[in-house]
């Protein structure tokens, strides 16, 4: 109790003030809007099964939308039944971000108490793993926080090995699944992992080979089916949009410069960030987490040294892989494997690097209490350890934003009008906003926002570019648009007067009213059929 107490303060300080504004505020940017649409949108679909669920409202008419980004199917189905039942969106999504966090340190926790046998060495591990930088540096991506499954598939891994138990080589398989199911890159890269610590306890520990062997076996058919089911929509889509561009997956790789890169949030390392750009390239991981994993790697002695070189390998295996194409094995498996080919962001592969330190810095921790004479002095060497990683990974406030508490006029108007695809000026910004507000009405839009966006929609928005001229107008009908919104306080002044009178002095539109919609006042045009 006192530890998930600890994970839960630690949580709130590197993320102050978010806790202090569940049910109204989230991190100024578009992808928490992505993430309310996306939960809102599974619990819309769940009652009729999860048949339909790829064909989002979104880039209409293009089909399987939903798939054009994570899914984040789990998050969606715990999320649902508190939606159903009327509580806050934003307040769900606050919580299952925070919460996440918390439970990656508690299952790191656990994975780090069965390999110590400490538990002060565990709750140090489980706070690194907790408020790493990397948490931070993505604290805008709810599925990339949930993390909880990758210490637990290690450590059930472990466990398969030490007792040769099938039920620990179906639980890996449910972890692996439940990882896929939260974040499809994580699920990818955790396989990896999997595999790798599966070959290097193999090589470590041959008298258990053969009693691992059918429960590992076994418990890989879980994921595989999982992986084959859930991974469907994904490859029915690379038909249309291909794989990613090389040259975009090299700029998402990171660089061996980017470990000691720190976000830009943070307090004591911050002014490193200017080396890099954009938020996958700051993967620093703290002197102190660092010095103890060194610590853990030199002074181990057996059997828990051959368990502190496992956890270096995944180390540097990690660190590798998220090197994507600027580096040597990534580039390699990115040929071998197609699924490889459909991630844009191999530098990812750095909170697996962060979960590996946290175990070395575990042994090491645990070295450090063994020479500490005394159970005072033991606790005084906790307390200093941990205050200095929270020190470390201390955090500037993120900037928040204001999500109304309920849906502005707008949006109720629009569910009460009859059923039609809509498209939203300006198209482009801020079309996630109008994505999270469509879950009032659920009607098809022409705008998106996501990881890909249809080959199609450069064409969309350079024939919009001069709405509502002709060309524009005959895009609609081809469309079948039914309603076209304009937002006032996303245009520049001139434009927004511009299009409101050749709207209104139009044949093709007639003019439904005027509304606020959560930013200023919108007016709502229907397009004559």
Same mark, same amino acid.
């Given at each position: 109790?006192?530890?998930?107490?600890?994970?839960? !303060?630690?949580?709130?300080?590197?993320? *102050?003030?978010?806790?202090?504004?569940?049910?109204?505020?989230? &991190?100024?940017?578009?992808? +928490?809007?992505?993430?309310?649409?996306?939960?809102?949108?599974?619990a819309h679909r769940l009652p009729w099964g999860l048949g339909n669920l790829t064909d989002a409202n979104i @880039?209409?008419?293009?089909?399987?939308?939903?798939?054009?980004?994570?899914?984040?199917?789990?998050?969606?189905?715990?999320?649902?039944?508190?939606?159903?039942?009327?509580?806050?969106?934003?307040?769900?999504?606050?919580?299952?971000?925070?919460?996440?966090?918390?439970?990656?340190?508690?299952?790191?926790?656990? =994975?780090?108490?069965?390999?110590?046998?400490?538990?002060?060495?565990?709750?140090?591990?489980?706070?690194?793993?907790?408020?790493?930088?990397?948490? %931070?540096?993505?604290?805008?991506?709810?599925?990339?926080?949930?993390?909880?499954?990758? $210490?637990?598939?290690?450590?059930?891994?472990?466990?398969?090995?030490?007792?040769?138990?099938?039920?620990?080589?179906?639980?890996?398989?449910?972890?692996?699944?439940?990882?896929?199911?939260?974040c499809v890159y994580y699920g990818a890269f955790l396989g990896i992992m999997v595999a790798l610590l599966t070959?290097?306890?193999?090589?470590?520990?041959?008298?258990?080979? %053969?009693? /691992?062997?059918?429960?590992?076996?076994?418990?890989?058919?879980?994921?595989?089916?999982?992986? *084959?089911?859930?991974?469907?929509?994904?490859?029915?889509?690379?038909?249309?949009?291909?794989?990613?561009?090389?040259?975009?997956?090299?700029? @998402?790789?990171?660089?061996?410069?980017?470990?000691?890169?720190? +976000?830009?949030?943070?307090?004591?390392?911050? *002014?490193?960030?200017?080396?890099?750009?954009?938020?996958?390239?700051? #993967?620093?991981?703290?002197? %102190?987490?660092?010095?103890?994993?060194?610590?853990?790697?030199?002074?181990?002695?057996?059997?828990?040294?051959?368990?502190?070189?496992?956890?270096?390998?995944?180390?540097?295996?990690?660190?590798?892989?998220?090197?994507?194409?600027?580096?040597?094995?990534?580039?390699?498996?990115?040929?071998?494997?197609?699924?490889?080919?459909?991630?844009?962001?191999?530098?990812?592969?750095?909170?697996?690097?962060?979960?590996?330190?946290? &175990?070395?810095?575990? @042994?090491?921790?645990?070295?450090?209490?063994?020479?500490?004479?005394?159970?005072?002095?033991?606790?005084?060497?906790?307390?200093?350890?941990?205050?200095?990683?929270?020190?470390?990974?201390?955090?500037?406030?993120?900037?928040?934003?204001?999500?109304?508490?309920?849906? $502005?006029?707008?949006?109720?108007?629009?569910?009460?009008?009859?059923?039609? $695809?809509?498209?939203?000026?300006?198209?482009?910004?801020?079309?996630? &906003?109008?994505?999270?507000?469509?879950?009032?009405?659920?009607?098809?839009?022409?705008?998106?926002?996501?990881?890909?966006?249809?080959?199609?929609?450069?064409?969309? #928005?350079?024939?919009?570019?001069?709405?509502?001229?002709?060309?524009?107008?005959?895009?609609?009908?081809?469309?079948n648009v039914r309603y076209v919104v304009v937002h006032q306080a996303y245009y520049p002044e001139s434009r927004?007067?511009?299009?409101?009178? /050749? =709207?209104?002095?139009?044949?093709?539109?007639? /003019?439904?009213?005027?509304?606020?919609?959560? /930013?200023?006042?919108?007016? !709502?045009?229907? #397009?004559?059929?």
């Amino acid at each position: 109790m006192s530890g998930t107490l600890l994970l839960t !303060v630690l949580t709130i300080l590197i993320t *102050w003030p978010q806790a202090a504004h569940l049910s109204t505020m989230v &991190v100024a940017h578009d992808d +928490p809007y992505l993430s309310l649409w996306r939960l809102s949108w599974i619990a819309h679909r769940l009652p009729w099964g999860l048949g339909n669920l790829t064909d989002a409202n979104i @880039f209409h008419p293009s089909p399987g939308t939903f798939a054009y980004t994570d899914m984040t199917l789990l998050q969606g189905v715990v999320a649902a039944p508190l939606l159903w039942a009327g509580v806050n969106p934003v307040l769900v999504y606050n919580v299952m971000l925070l919460a996440s966090m918390v439970a990656s340190g508690l299952a790191m926790f656990v =994975l780090v108490r069965y390999l110590t046998r400490s538990d002060h060495a565990a709750l140090v591990s489980a706070a690194i793993f907790t408020i790493a930088p990397y948490r %931070v540096e993505h604290l805008v991506h709810l599925e990339l926080q949930w993390t909880m499954w990758m $210490p637990l598939a290690f450590w059930a891994v472990h466990r398969v090995f030490d007792t040769g138990s099938m039920r620990y080589g179906w639980l890996t398989g449910v972890l692996l699944s439940l990882q896929l199911l939260s974040c499809v890159y994580y699920g990818a890269f955790l396989g990896i992992m999997v595999a790798l610590l599966t070959v290097l306890l193999a090589l470590a520990q041959r008298d258990r080979i %053969v009693r /691992a062997l059918a429960p590992l076996a076994a418990g890989v058919a879980l994921p595989a089916v999982t992986a *084959w089911l859930y991974a469907r929509p994904y490859v029915n889509n690379t038909t249309i949009l291909g794989t990613r561009d090389p040259g975009e997956v090299a700029s @998402f790789s990171a660089r061996p410069l980017s470990y000691v890169t720190a +976000p830009e949030l943070n307090l004591l390392w911050g *002014w490193t960030s200017e080396r890099y750009d954009g938020n996958e390239l700051h #993967l620093f991981m703290g002197l %102190v987490a660092t010095l103890l994993a060194a610590i853990g790697l030199l002074t181990s002695r057996a059997p828990s040294r051959r368990l502190a070189w496992i956890y270096l390998v995944l180390l540097v295996a990690a660190v590798e892989l998220s090197l994507g194409l600027n580096g040597t094995v990534y580039r390699w498996l990115h040929g071998l494997l197609f699924a490889l080919q459909g991630f844009r962001a191999p530098a990812r592969f750095a909170i697996l690097a962060v979960a590996a330190l946290s &175990v070395l810095a575990g @042994f090491g921790f645990r070295y450090l209490e063994a020479r500490a004479s005394g159970r005072r002095l033991g606790r005084a060497l906790l307390s200093v350890t941990l205050i200095a990683i929270g020190f470390e990974n201390g955090t500037a406030p993120p900037r928040l934003e204001a999500v109304p508490t309920s849906p $502005p006029d707008l949006y109720r108007y629009l569910k009460k009008l009859e059923p039609g $695809p809509i498209l939203e000026i300006p198209v482009k910004e801020p079309a996630p &906003v109008y994505m999270y507000w469509s879950k009032e009405h659920w009607y098809p839009l022409v705008n998106g926002y996501s990881g890909h966006a249809p080959p199609t929609f450069g064409s969309t #928005l350079e024939r919009l570019e001069r709405f509502p001229d002709a060309t524009s107008v005959a895009l609609l009908r081809e469309l079948n648009v039914r309603y076209v919104v304009v937002h006032q306080a996303y245009y520049p002044e001139s434009r927004y007067t511009k299009t409101l009178l /050749a =709207l209104m002095q139009s044949p093709d539109f007639s /003019a439904l009213g005027r509304y606020r919609d959560g /930013a200023g006042i919108a007016e !709502v045009f229907t #397009l004559h059929r």
